[in-house]
């Protein structure tokens, strides 16, 4: 029991060391400039610090889009992960997805750009199957995991 105790305890310390909330008025201006500039309708925002980098969960639009960013410290947009709808795929992505997958259901759908590379995840179930799939903008696969 004392081992159990022991590893949730440093589990829980573990967690705090990786990521820490930041408030707004806390952050690098260069970081806080960068993010208004480049996402000026963004609600429900909330900071943190990952890894040597500033990661920020927000929302936009009527619906409430889910989004994380992150940044470095000179304010320069690292990576982005946005919510989307299978309509915002590329077509070539749609295409793969209707000839490998046809008969799957499609949930979950990220786009995620980093630098100048972008990249689609989702999970797509079928009855008891279930797999979380990557995407490149062309239709290539890039991973596929069962889930």
Known sequence: ?????????????????????????????????????????????????EGGLYKVEFETGLFGTDHHAWFDGAGKLVRHKEEIGKSDLPAAVRSKLDKAFSGYRVDDIDKISTGTKVTYTMELKRFTEEWKVAFDAAGNMLSKIAD
Do not use: C, G, H, Y
Not at 8 to 15: I, R, S
Not at 20 to 31: C, G, K, R, T
């Open 1 to 49: 029991m004392k081992k159990i105790i022991l590893a949730a305890l440093l589990l829980k310390l573990t967690d705090r060391v990786s990521a820490q909330d930041i408030a707004q008025n806390e952050l690098p201006s260069l970081v806080r400039n960068s993010f208004q500039k480049t996402f000026p309708k963004a609600s429900d925002v909330e900071w943190e610090t």
